[in-house]
């Protein structure tokens, strides 16, 4: 049963590097539609790994934990948007009727990202683009977001049972954690390039508007050594979101402070950027090596393996 | 050309007019004369001057003042600004507290800052439109009321400059509460005493914020300015806002209300317009004077309870399980979307027997 349920739950772990909105159409941009963006500016990161906080809530004894360090391999080189996608480039789209036109308070001038998009226009964006460029882009896993943020990545307050035998001392504490991060609500997106740029070279991570990624939530349970999962239910309603800290929004909200937040501290703004497949096919033996490079394994300080 | 400056202060001195000043009682200060006094320093929401539960003593004379300020406060995270008009510059003004028979004398101050009329509205005072009548301050004046607290209970008190400019001021953010305690402090349905250990004074507000075509909230340079558009949202009586202590937010996070395990909280919650519901989400209202007067036997056990508007009532809770409780008003659109919503942060013992998790969240088990 303990060996079934780690299969499924291996799995589960592997997709944490693998696209969810690859695009495999190679069919070429139609040339009487609306003028495609600019060519993103994008830094490639070389193949390496990153060893973070895994997206998602963690149980072992039917209490929460931390979630544990794992380590994923990215085997590839990493190409990712240098900016946020910008909210004259989701215009076009919109212009294109390939994606839900903006909220009319959403900022649009040139320079400024694009907020106030959910998970499902930020996948209609990446589908559109893809299309018109004849590449293959996506938004980034949870895993790719972290390697990329580098020193920027924020992480999340811990959920972990500070006094097993009251609930109530975790809760108090993460919610001062959470409080401390809101203390200076600055909600205005600011023109891209405003919060700089990361040791990678990659503006405005981590500044006041969040990014989607493809990881979904979820909820796992973890052996009492926390070397093993035993079980793992995804709710794929609701994605990682990546910025100062993690969260988790379901799919269709696009206003993050105001609600619909599925766990954790509400984002300041919504936006995205995207990353570039580096072929727009991937041949069954790629998607075979991709599955191969993503095996996931705990790591840190425990260096403790699942396998 | 008359300045909107002017045709405010025109209409509060039109309503000033129709006021004729009654002579005060000359009777009636003899009265006082002897009696102690004591000079009360107001505090700032959510928190209470400190006050006996039980009075020492006879009646006495106390003493306060209120400053009114006009001024701008931002009352959500988005950076809305509502030019506010305030007693002691808060939204709410602050919880006055004394005991049955005592007297309240206020000192009522609009400083020449100010471009607007004023006044005060105690619905605990007899007479004079609460005392309306006799408080009329223009920028640069003051003036001394006095009244006695005959009955007990809690009770809003607001501004009521006459005409249009009442709903104005209100929803602007000039109201209040005072509490008339029993000389012998509160007592449950049966007489018996009963004592809290904290006290928390929860003002509501509803706010109607004009927006731009856009759907953003406008921006004006004055109150003056505001006015008119202002005065459309608030013909609609769909409220932009609806919040705690002047602000989305203002009694969260940092600003969260604490207490222990154990400790008894009595929540005084005012809403001096508009109805309201307050819910303590997964506590409940151990003694509740819905109605906010202290005469009347406290309902027990309530889940919710209902602040009519124009009134302040008064629950009394003694928490039993530590953590995070929300304290709303449980409809639950104004508490989530427009802003109603308050924390408790509660220290203290888990009470397993009260409840407990049996069975984590797991997969579905196939039968």
């Keep these: 049963m303990k060996t079934k349920l780690f299969e499924v739950a291996g799995g589960a772990l592997a997709l944490l590097a693998v696209p969810a909105a690859i695009v495999l159409t190679d069919a070429p941009a139609d040339a009487g539609r609306a003028a495609m963006p600019a060519p993103a500016a994008t830094v490639t990161l070389p193949a390496g790994s990153v060893s973070w906080p895994a997206a998602g809530e963690y149980l072992v004894g039917g209490r929460p934990v931390a979630a544990p360090r794992i380590k994923v391999t990215l085997r590839q080189p990493l190409e990712i948007m240098a900016y946020q996608v910008g909210a004259t480039d989701y215009l076009r789209c919109v212009a294109d009727g390939a994606c839900r036109p903006l909220d009319p308070r959403t900022p649009r001038a040139a320079g400024m990202p694009v907020t106030g998009v959910s998970y499902d226009d930020a996948t209609a964006y990446a589908a559109w683009y893809s299309r018109g460029t004849g590449e293959s882009w996506r938004l980034p896993t949870d895993a790719e977001w972290a390697y990329a943020a580098g020193e920027r990545f924020g992480g999340e307050t811990s959920v972990e049972a500070d006094d097993p035998g009251n609930p109530a001392v975790a809760w108090l504490r993460r919610y001062r954690e959470e409080a401390a991060l809101r203390r200076a609500p600055d909600p205005a997106p600011k023109p891209a390039g405003h919060f700089g740029p990361n040791a990678n070279g990659i503006y405005d991570m981590a500044g006041n508007v969040w990014e989607w990624t493809s990881t979904c939530y979820g909820r796992t349970v973890l052996s009492a050594d926390r070397s093993k999962v035993e079980s793992v239910v995804d709710n794929c309603g609701a994605h990682a979101v990546e910025g100062r800290h993690r969260t988790y929004m379901t799919n269709f909200i696009r206003d993050g402070a105001s609600g619909g937040c599925a766990v954790g501290t509400p984002p300041d703004n919504l936006g995205f950027r995207l990353v570039r497949e580096p072929r727009p096919l991937l041949s069954l033996q790629g998607l075979r090596g991709w599955l191969r490079s993503a095996q996931a394994r705990l790591a840190g300080p425990d260096a403790r393996t699942l396998s | ?367």
């Design chain 2, 1 to 367: 050309m008359l300045t909107r400056r002017q045709a405010l202060l025109g209409t509060a001195a039109g309503a000033m007019l129709v006021a004729a000043m009654p002579p005060l009682a000359a009777a009636s200060v003899a009265d006082t004369r002897n009696l102690p006094r004591e000079k009360v320093t107001l505090v700032a929401p959510p928190h209470v001057h400190a006050h006996e539960q039980v009075a020492t003593g006879g009646p006495k004379v106390v003493e306060f003042t209120l400053v009114i300020e006009e001024k701008p406060i931002v009352i959500d995270a988005d950076g809305t600004v509502l030019h506010a008009m305030t007693y002691n510059g808060t939204v709410p003004g602050p919880l006055m507290v004394v005991h049955q028979n005592d007297y309240v004398e206020l000192t009522l101050i609009n400083p020449e800052t100010n471009t607007l009329a004023h006044n005060i509205d105690f619905h605990a005072a007899t007479g004079a439109l609460g005392g309306g009548e006799l408080t009329m301050v223009n920028p640069g004046e003051q003036v001394k009321l006095r009244f006695k607290a005959t009955r007990t209970g809690t009770f809003v008190y607001h501004c009521a400059p006459g005409g249009a400019m009442i709903p104005w001021h209100v929803v602007s953010g000039m109201s209040g509460a005072i509490m008339v305690l029993p000389r012998d402090g509160l007592k449950d349905e049966a007489g018996r005493q009963l004592h809290y250990d904290r006290i928390y004074y929860v003002g509501e507000n509803d706010f109607y914020m004009p927006r731009d075509e856009d759907g953003n909230f406008k921006a004006y340079e004055s109150a003056g300015d505001a006015y008119a558009d202002t005065l459309e949202v608030m013909r609609g009586l769909t409220p932009t806002h609806v919040v705690f202590n002047g602000a989305r937010d203002a009694l969260t996070g940092d600003n969260a209300l604490k207490a222990n395990v154990g400790e008894t909280v009595l929540i005084v919650h005012s809403q001096a317009n508009r109805d309201s519901r307050p819910h303590l989400i997964g506590g409940h209202g151990d003694h509740v004077w819905e109605q906010g007067k202290f005469d009347n036997p406290p309902a027990k056990d309530l889940e919710t309870w209902f602040i009519r508007g124009g009134s302040a009532g008064a629950a009394l809770y003694t928490f039993l399980q530590p953590g995070v409780y929300a304290y709303v008003n449980h409809n639950l659109i104004e508490a989530v979307e427009l802003g109603a919503t308050a924390h408790f942060l509660v220290e203290g013992e888990w009470d397993d027997d009260l409840m407990t998790q049996i069975a984590p969240p797991a997969p579905i088990m196939a039968n």
